[in-house]
């Protein structure tokens, strides 16, 4: 199918990533478990997935899979 | 014991999640030409995306949910789901049945039946997956409107058709493909989701290691040797009362390990789907070995959140108990008015009283102690109501996994967690709808009713198939609100009509001279036998009924799990037995050329020789086994 499923898979955690990121450095006292700020910990690795994501479908852009 | 209350971020990352999934149904929908587009995916999808939606199709919300409850009632022993009752399966079906799956261009399992056997077989196999599917779909779905109910106040009704409501928007758009995707997202959701409620538990009882040793007290405590909670075999061994499971290590290996893990995942076309709709034969292959390794590791996230639960509850300062049943909040506070109007002296009686108000068994000695601690300083009605919710002697252990995410994720990750669970629910019915509506359109419409229509007809048979299978999963949604336990009810099920069926596959594709007739009454037999052998043997502790023994109580097995096992052990047997008997008493009626590409023996050799090491089946599975080998031995 033309839609590379890394694209929306990549977008939803950068957003929902940069959501809680967010969250958890405006809102730190509310973010709190364990005494560890988890939504800012967590965000970013949620972050850091989504990007990996939108990096793998740009790059398959670039080079289309022989099919 | 309240309902949560969910802050604005995390009203924003669910409707984050469905608009994206809702977008996904779009940008396909300009794809979908064909009937093959809409409801087989055109073959055209790549491995690693058919390998995370093959797990995660079978990766249901109430696996989640179930497979937590049993991590606390019974352990580390529940990890045989999947090192047992899995992983072994997935590698059979890539190594040795994809090729006959995909090769015989069949697309769907009840249609390889048809070209390997007749319509009689494929007409029986439909109609059995079709109505499991529909109801595995409404039970998941019920269970889905319930737990927005009791988590978040939502009104039954209102959760079920919204949640339909878009999950029928996204299928109808961009079909099986829609569904995949989605299946992969939630994948990702369900890993992501869980996984920092995993560790926060952990961190909190003290480690992997602290969980281990506290799990002996919970093991002698429930009259078990030690390792009852934390070995995998060990208390199988010593035998069906040596194990919280009450199961035998027979049933176990044969039971789950053979004939009901093979049965599933090798036969049920809800996960064969993903397979059968990846692009070429090496990705069809692959799509059980890519999915066989997050199987492997699922039980650390699925499994361990229930045993930091029976962990954490065995730790007074921790302030946690396993929830009891859910009890309606007009119940609590008319208990709260009973526990104020007793006095010590009316105790007993206010006791009994409260008891029948709450419809639960409570603690007598934690209730007598709190209208005591109430007549000598008044105790507000939140400390009050702490107090009852503390004093109910009865466990739900289907809340475990909700009540460690309310402990431990604040607003914001409960927001990931919660969207991650209901988008396990919305995929797994759209899993079931996509298997049903292939089914459906087919092998039942296209082949028995109205045969020879233009592919187009077929396409919005196909459409029209998708909403009246969503509407008859609502309509199973609310025949399965009547009862309590769905995951057993989907054992049951699995029992009746999957366990005889790999006998079928098993025969018809290593043994030529298995005949139509020989599988057609086969597998009718091994269903029919399922139906008696539940209806003679029973459980301990369960009355005769819906739990079996309905018509007589010939046998009585230690636990309701040692019967499934048993019972799809049987039925395995019988099929096979019958099946082979009439396959040599009746002639045959297709020939060995009929026959190639659909039996092994009469197949030229699948040779993966020109695949880098790395993408031979063969090849990495057995890998994948000595890893899972490694596993067993570990937790011994």
Redesign the interface.
């Known amino acids: ?3 590379d ?1 890394r694209w ?2 990549g ?3 950068t ?2 990533g940069v ?2 990121t967010g ?2 450095a405006v ?1 730190a006292s ?5 005494g ?1 700020n ?2 800012l910990v ?2 970013l ?2 972050l850091a ?1 989504g990007v990996f994501m939108l990096f793998g479908a740009i790059k398959g852009k670039k080079n289309p ?1 022989a ?1 | 014991m309240q309902p949560i209350l969910l802050q604005w971020i995390d009203y924003t990352i669910l409707i984050a999640y469905v608009a994206f999934v809702l977008g996904i149904g779009w940008a396909l929908a300009r794809y979908m030409k064909t009937s093959a587009d809409f409801l087989t995916s055109a073959r055209s999808i790549p491995t690693w995306v058919t390998g995370l939606a093959f797990i995660s199709a079978n990766l249901g919300a109430l696996e989640l949910v179930g497979m937590a409850a049993s991590g606390a009632k019974y352990g580390i022993s529940t990890a045989h789901f999947y090192w047992v009752g899995a992983i072994p399966a997935m590698i059979f079906l890539a190594v040795f049945m994809m090729p006959f799956y995909y090769g015989s261009k069949a697309r769907s399992v009840p249609e390889y039946l048809q070209m390997r056997f007749d319509n009689r077989v494929m007409g029986l196999n439909a109609i059995a997956f079709a109505v499991m599917t529909l109801f595995a779909s409404g039970i998941s779905m019920n269970a889905l409107a319930k737990l927005l109910n009791q988590l978040l106040g939502w009104n039954y009704d209102f959760a079920l058709w919204i949640c339909s409501a878009v999950v029928l928007l996204y299928v109808l758009k961009g079909g099986l493909t829609s569904a995949i995707y989605t299946e992969v997202l939630q994948f990702f959701m369900i890993v992501l989701g869980f996984a920092p409620v995993v560790y926060l538990g952990l961190k909190d009882i003290g480690g992997w290691t602290a969980m281990n040793h506290s799990l002996k007290t919970v093991a002698t405590n429930n009259g078990f040797a030690d390792n009852a909670w934390s070995s995998a075999w060990q208390p199988l061994i010593g035998g069906p009362s040596h194990n919280p499971m009450g199961v035998d290590i027979f049933a176990m290996v044969f039971g789950l390990g053979f004939v009901l893990s093979f049965g599933y995942w090798c036969t049920n076309f809800l996960v064969v789907q993903r397979a059968m709709a990846a692009k070429n034969m090496t990705a069809a292959r692959n799509t059980p070995i890519v999915a066989s390794i997050p199987k492997m590791f699922f039980p650390f996230l699925v499994i361990v959140p229930g045993m930091i639960a029976v962990v954490l509850a065995t730790m007074p300062d921790k302030n946690y108990r396993i929830p009891p049943p859910p009890i309606a909040q007009e119940k609590y506070a008319q208990a709260i008015d009973e526990v104020k109007a007793a006095t010590p002296d009316t105790a007993a009686a206010a006791i009994t009283g409260i008891s029948t108000t709450l419809g639960a068994k409570v603690d007598a000695g934690k209730l007598t102690s709190l209208i005591t601690d109430n007549a000598t300083a008044k105790l507000t009605d939140a400390q009050i109501k702490t107090g009852i919710y503390n004093s109910i002697a009865e466990n739900d252990y289907d809340g475990v996994i909700f009540s460690l995410v309310k402990k431990y994720c604040p607003a914001g990750l409960l927001g990931l967690a919660l969207t991650a669970l209901l988008a396990s629910f919305m995929s797994g019915m759209a899993g079931n709808v996509t298997a049903f509506n292939t089914v459906w359109t087919y092998n039942l419409y296209q082949a028995f009713f109205v045969k020879g229509k233009s592919d187009t007809h077929y396409f919005w048979a196909g459409k029209v198939t998708t909403i009246a299978g969503i509407l008859l999963s609502i309509a199973c949604a609310y025949f399965a609100k009547q009862y309590n336990n769905a995951m057993d009810i989907i054992q049951l099920v699995f029992g009746f009509v999957n366990a005889p069926l790999f006998a079928t596959f098993l025969l018809g594709m290593f043994w030529a001279r298995t005949t139509a007739t020989g599988a057609f009454f086969g597998l009718f037999g091994g269903i029919a036998s399922s139906a008696v052998f539940h209806a003679l043997t029973i459980a301990k502790g369960n009355a005769p009924g819906v739990k079996g023994g309905y018509l007589s109580v010939v046998s009585t097995f230690p636990s309701e799990m040692a019967q499934n096992f048993w019972l799809a052990s049987f039925a395995f047997t019988v099929c096979l037995v019958l099946t082979l008997v009439i396959s040599l008493a009746t002639a045959r009626t297709k020939s060995d050329a009929d026959l190639k590409g659909l039996v092994y023996s009469l197949t030229p050799k699948t040779f993966d020789s020109n695949q880098p090491i790395w993408q031979r089946p063969a090849v990495v599975g057995v890998v994948l086994l000595i890893v899972c080998v490694i596993m067993n031995w570990y937790f011994w």
Request: neutral net charge; proline residues 6%.
């Open positions: 199918m033309g839609l499923i929306p898979i977008l939803m955690f957003l929902i959501l809680l969250y958890g809102k509310d973010s709190m478990s364990l560890i988890i939504n967590w965000g690795v949620l997935f899979p099919v």
